[in-house]
């Protein structure tokens, strides 16, 4: 319970609570309870407080009493202040009101002031406007009485003063006073008006009845009336210009068109002079331009005479323009002549319209500047007329000579070595027609008379491989060949041997080409020449003789435009511009021919022919103008042969182009046509079931009908090796779906087979089509040579009628794998034969023998499950050894059973690198090296030259930077080596025997100088960077190799004797100013010594930059610890080392020799022989290596023989030569760009250094003064 607290606690708790706020602390005295016993004694307590505290305001009041007698009288003083200041107030606020009140009656004074000086102005002005007014009166009156009495100019002139008194009233002009004044001269104005303008009738009349215009001088009125004083009148009156005009429309239409252009009555209207009148006449009788351009001259000469200059020159701006107009249109483009006998008179009629011409700028008149343009430009616009002509020509001809057939026929004569495969047997007979580019032509026409003409090539065969493919063309877009070669290159790799059937028919196998000799014989005896004439016949129109008709007609048209009697003619230089008639005239057939001649069933076989047999003629005449242009006396740049020969070689394979694609089209319309009729038998599934199996043998039927009714269309059309490839093209698609619906069936029952075997039976009858008889007149049957899938239908023929121990002869010691793949094999034996011991073993001998790698890669990459759009090529490691053969040949040279167990891997595939770009320099590049992983997008190629200079490159091409010249006393400054430290720094050297530091801004652009490094007598052949230590090494020709750092603080002071400086000048190359040592000069770390040759590389070890390796001319490999600055192994080889790499993932080190190979070294102690792996390919030097950054196989080698070699370690064999251990060959060569891959020894295209990086590609530069970029296809 709570404890007991006296009232004395508890009044003061509650004082201290009062006054101050304070909680009590005590805590007995916070819990302790208040009885009522207690309230006497705490109000006691509060009282006693409240006495106390008045008590001492009390005392305090009695002390501060002085100090408030005076605050009470300062503010009753500053009370009085307060009072006085309103006071002051007031009376300044009643002055202010009063002086309101004098200003208030000072402004009314002044406004009444004002008001008395504006009416006193205004009754002035009034005044003074009555007066004007009285004036203006006077004025008007006296225009009236001058007007009246005929003196029309002295009353214009007064109404002119009257305009300007009007102008002159200011604010009365809206007056109603001044109103009538006004209406009173427009009124007057008007009488004038109609006064001059009967006066003007009268002196100019245009009688539109009869036809004629009467111009007088004068004419008698009241007064006599002067054309001058009419013109000054109307001048003033400003009605001048549209009387000229409707003089102007007068005259065109009373003279100028009458006699220059045909009326409605077909009549051209003559007019006639007598005095001052000038009236048209009867027809004309003399149409020709001189007669026209004469009566123009006399128009022009009356109205030059019988009107005054006032008139006749403004008249002339419209009337010569409209005289102009229509003798242009009606006369002079008519008589624009459309050959070139009627160029003489047409140049006459020129001379007399500049005749006309040069009259009008002599009587001062204007407009005719549409003659003079019109005949300055006579020649653009007679080529334009002779283009239109042309154009106009073939349009009217072609419906009328596409109906006009005619057989022409090719003699081709040749001289065939009788060593020839063409004689090798008869398989040969169709080869003649391979190479007819290089032969001259003769052909023979057959229409009524024969003529000597050039006869068509490709409709022979020549271009079929291109035409039976015309359908891709149409499909897909052109590619470069590089990207060709790299899409395909999955398809046949290396030395595989896959027999694929052809893209497209031919007619006979390529004769092989005579050996190159160089000169020398290439046999004992060299074989006999014989000539062979090959003759063959075809059908084409009339249009392409047409056309080439007309470009003879142009051609001669030039010459004669050039003759000595047209040279100096208007038309002479448009001579060069016919030569665009040709171009313009095939275009126009290409754009019309398929109407033309869509009404002839073998409309685009025809064109095919004329585009051939044109395209021929074209070439022939080009060959022949060619020939001509030798002894023309035409300049060089109007020659035929020169300006005809770009635009004609266009167009010949515009023309070739357009007749395969028509060509194509035609073929593919015939073989869709083939197929939907085999499409009816649907896959030829259940054949044996009626009524089923009518519907294949009609399907079978109508496709032997059908290919027989298309040999009767083109037979007559085509040649005959062109017919025999057009339908060995068809029954290929025939036999190919045919085959393709026979391999989908999954099974073939007995009865199916032997039905399915009549039909191989039916279609095999197409054979008949292609029965040739030899020179011997036997008869041959050529469906295997025209037909490409033709053997392989024979063999599916046979397959479905024999046994299986007869199939699996036709794979083993047969032809059967040269026309059918494995699969497709294999697919017919399961579908025929139920499942046996027999028919397993049987597949597996079929499949072992035909395995390659290309076939293992397809099959890793469908178990990987992935689809055409992203499979990846393969290579395959059996044992360790890449497969390059098939399976069984694999196993057969390595001596392996077909039972034995075999360790197979596989990896990706190299992809070869193409050529994406190269960058020109002016000297040798002798070293490259790459910048990237900063940024993507960002990566800098570095280069350093012979001519001394390193420059930076961009991946585009774009040179970014480039050093200046080093000042080094005028020694040589060739450039052998160059590396990246780092983003901003770069170390290179050469043979000036100085390393330098260079500092590279890549925002700026610049290449500075930052340090140069002393330590060698003899030139730099190659330094190696360490960026994270900033560590330099050189190797050099003086046998040793420096150590630096690219921090200048960290390197000695570079040694006296070292410096540019201290070198005597012992020639004139030396004799230049010393070297400007604002650049640092410093001092090697440390110096490497111990080879006794050259040092050809130096390199750090990968893993620790505390140790380094070196190559020499001394066959020796060094290992060095850089810290004692000693040699801890020495590796000595049988040749001469060129360049050194490090290959980290297999512990190897990989050398350049001068052997023309590459050495693999094990620079470890513990290694047991010095050459692990010898690369042989090169047939030069190898001057520089590298390694693929995204493979640790991989390596690049460049060499003098100017290439570089991509090598995969893993390609490799056994059988080296003894101590070179395994024996590898290059998995790609890269030649330069440009060059002939054919150079053996890399004249004029050594190769001096290689990179490989993994954003960039394969960087190389060399002799050919560029740097090479090549990157795989994707990457």
């Not at 068509?456 to 070669?485: C, F, I, R, Y």
């Not at 000799?517 to 075809?538: F, H, I």
């Not at 094990?1162 to 010095?1170: V, Y």
């Not at 530069?1261 to 560029?1266: P, T």
Request: proline share 4%; with cysteine.
């Amino acid at each position: 319970m709570p404890s007991q607290v006296s009232d004395h606690q508890l009044g003061d708790a509650l004082l201290q609570s009062a006054a101050h706020g304070a909680f009590p602390q005590d805590e007995h005295v916070a819990s302790a309870t208040v009885p009522s016993s207690a309230l006497p004694k705490l109000l006691e307590v509060v009282a006693k407080a409240r006495e106390d505290t008045k008590n001492e305001v009390r005392k305090l009041s009695t002390e501060a009493a002085p100090d408030v007698d005076g605050w009470i009288a300062q503010a009753r003083k500053l009370q009085d202040d307060i009072k006085r200041s309103q006071e002051t107030a007031k009376d300044i606020v009643k002055q202010a009101e009063a002086g309101k009140e004098n200003t208030a009656r000072v402004q009314d004074a002044a406004s009444k002031v004002s008001l008395l000086h504006t009416e006193i102005a205004y009754n002035e002005s009034l005044a003074q406007a009555v007066e004007q007014l009285r004036d203006i009166s006077t004025l008007l009156d006296s225009a009236q009485n001058a007007a009246v009495h005929g003196h029309v100019i002295h009353a214009i002139q007064i109404l002119e003063d009257a305009d300007g008194a009007f102008q002159r009233l200011g604010p009365f002009t809206t007056t109603r006073v001044v109103g009538v004044l006004k209406n009173k001269e427009e009124l007057l104005k008007k009488a004038i008006v109609e006064t001059v303008t009967e006066s003007w009738n009268g002196l100019i009349s245009v009688d539109n009845t009869s036809h004629r215009i009467a111009l007088h001088q004068s004419i008698e009125r009241e007064a006599k009336v002067d054309i001058n004083t009419t013109i000054e009148a109307l001048t003033k009156l400003g009605l001048l210009d549209s009387f000229v005009t409707r003089l102007s429309r007068d005259l065109d239409r009373v003279i100028i068109f009458p006699r220059l252009a045909m009326g409605t009555d077909r009549v051209v209207s003559a007019f006639e002079i007598q005095e001052d009148v000038i009236q048209r006449a009867g027809p004309v009788n003399d149409g020709r331009i001189k007669a026209t351009l004469e009566d123009i001259h006399l128009l022009v000469e009356f109205l030059s005479t019988r009107l005054p200059p006032s008139i006749a020159v403004p008249l002339s701006s419209k009337v010569i323009p409209i005289v102009a107009s229509r003798l242009i249109s009606n006369l002079l483009l008519p008589a624009v002549p459309l050959s070139t006998e009627g160029i003489p008179h047409f140049q006459e009629s020129l001379s007399y319209v500049l005749g006309l011409v040069e009259y009008l700028d002599e009587l001062g008149w204007s407009g005719q500047n549409r003659l003079a343009e019109w005949v300055d430009k006579s020649a653009e616009i007679w080529l334009a007329k002779q283009k239109e002509h042309a154009i106009s020509r073939v349009q009217a001809m072609f419906p009328k000579t596409v109906r006009e057939k005619k057989t022409v026929e090719r003699v081709e004569t040749q001289v065939i070595s009788k060593g020839d495969a063409l004689h090798a047997g008869d398989e040969q007979e169709d080869d003649w027609a391979a190479d007819w580019d290089e032969e001259g032509e003769v052909t023979e026409e057959k229409k009524q008379t024969v003529e000597d003409e050039e006869e068509d090539m490709s409709a022979w065969g020549e271009d079929d491989d291109v035409v039976d493919d015309e359908l891709k063309e149409q499909e897909t877009k052109e590619k470069p060949a590089d990207a060709e070669d790299a899409d395909d290159w999955g398809a046949d790799w290396d030395d595989e041997t896959d027999t694929k059937p052809a893209a497209s028919p031919k007619p006979a196998r390529t004769i092989p080409e005579q050996p190159k000799t160089n000169g020398k014989p290439a046999s004992q005896k060299q074989p006999a020449n014989q000539e062979v004439t090959l003759r063959e016949t075809y059908t084409v129109t009339a249009i392409p003789d047409a056309i080439m008709e007309i470009i003879l007609q142009v051609i001669a048209e030039v010459d004669t435009l050039n003759s000595p009697e047209l040279v100096k003619s208007a038309i002479a230089p448009a001579s060069g511009g016919l030569y665009a008639i040709p171009s313009l005239l095939l275009a126009m057939y290409r754009a019309t021919a398929v109407m033309h001649y869509s009404k002839d069933v073998a409309s685009n076989m025809l064109i095919y022919n004329d585009c051939q047999r044109l395209s021929d003629r074209l070439r022939l005449f080009l060959q022949d103008q060619a020939e001509k242009d030798q002894t023309s006396a035409l300049p060089q740049h109007l020659q035929p042969s020169k300006r005809l020969k770009p635009m004609l070689e266009s167009d010949i394979k515009s023309v070739d182009g357009f007749g395969k694609r028509a060509y194509g089209r035609e073929m593919e319309s015939q073989r869709q046509i083939i197929r939907d009729h085999l499409e009816d038998a649907q896959g030829f599934q259940g054949c044996t079931n009626v009524p089923f199996a009518t519907v294949c043998d009609d399907a079978i039927a109508t496709t032997i009908d059908r290919i027989g009714d298309v040999k009767r269309q083109w037979q007559n059309v085509l040649s005959h090796s062109a017919l025999l490839q057009s339908l060995g093209s068809l029954v290929s698609a025939a036999l190919t779906k045919f085959v393709t619906d026979v391999e989908d069936m999954s099974d073939i029952a007995e009865d199916e087979s032997r039905k399915l075997h009549g039909y191989c039976v039916s279609l095999a009858t197409l054979s008949q089509h292609f029965q040739t008889e030899d020179g011997n007149g036997e008869t041959r049957d050529m469906a295997g040579i025209y037909t490409p899938n033709w053997f392989k239908f024979q063999y599916l023929s046979e397959i479905l009628d024999s046994s299986l121990a007869d199939i699996k002869y036709f794979w083993t010691d047969g032809e059967l794998k040269l026309e059918m793949e494995a699969d497709e094999v294999v697919g017919l034996i399961e579908a025929l034969f139920a499942p046996s011991d027999h028919r397993r073993r049987a597949i597996a001998e079929i499949r072992r023998t035909t395995l390659t790698r290309h076939k293992l890669s397809t099959l890793v990459n469908e178990l990987l499950h992935r689809d055409d759009d992203s499979r990846i090529p393969f290579d395959i490691l059996i044992n360790g050894e890449f497969l390059r053969t098939t399976i069984d040949e694999f196993l057969t040279k390595n001596g392996i059973n077909a039972e034995s167990t075999l360790d197979v891997e596989y990896t990706r595939a190299l992809v070869p690198p193409l050529n994406v770009t190269s960058f020109e320099h002016d000297d040798w590049v002798s070293a490259v090296d790459v910048l990237s992983g900063v940024q993507s997008g960002q990566e800098r190629i570095l280069s350093a030259s012979y001519d001394g200079l390193v420059r930076v490159w961009n991946t585009s091409g774009d040179v970014l930077a480039t050093s200046e010249a080093p000042n080094n006393g005028g020694r040589i400054t060739s450039l052998k080596t160059a590396k990246w430290l780092s983003e901003k720094k770069m170390v290179a050297a050469g043979l000036d025997n100085t390393v330098r530091v260079y500092k590279y801004d890549d925002d700026a652009r610049t290449i500075t100088t930052a340090l140069e490094l002393f330590n060698h007598r003899w030139g730099v052949e190659d330094v190696a960077v360490h960026g994270p230590s900033s560590r330099i090494l050189s190797a050099s020709s003086d046998t040793t190799i420096s150590l630096f750092s690219s921090n200048a603080k960290e390197n000695p002071v570079a040694p006296p004797n070292f410096l540019p400086s201290s070198n005597a000048a012992s020639n004139k190359r030396q004799k230049l100013s010393k070297p400007d040592r604002t650049v640092p000069a410093r001092g090697a770390l440390a110096t490497f010594s111990g080879h006794n040759s050259p040092v050809s590389s130096v390199i750090f070890k990968p893993d620790d930059a505390t140790v380094a390796y070196s190559a020499s001319h001394d066959h020796t490999l060094k290992t060095w610890d850089l810290p004692t600055q000693s040699c801890v192994d020495t590796r000595t080889t049988g040749h001469s080392l060129l360049s050194l790499c490090a290959i980290p993932s297999r512990n190897l080190l990989a050398t350049g020799t001068s052997a023309r190979h590459i050495t693999l070294i094990d620079p470890r102690a513990s290694a047991t022989q010095i050459s692990v792996m010898t690369l042989r390919g090169h047939k030069n030097g190898v001057v520089s290596l590298d390694t693929d950054p995204s493979s640790e196989y991989n390596l690049a080698s460049a060499s003098h023989d100017g290439t570089v070699q991509i090598w995969d370690l893993r390609n490799v064999s056994t059988g080296g030569q003894v101590g070179e251990g395994m024996t590898g060959e290059s998995v790609y060569t890269i030649y330069r760009q440009g060059r002939d891959a054919a150079k053996s020894h890399g004249e004029g295209a050594k190769v001096f250094s290689v990179r490989w990086d993994r954003a960039v590609g394969i960087v190389s530069g060399g002799e050919d003064k560029r740097v090479q970029i090549n990157r795989a296809l994707g990457s």
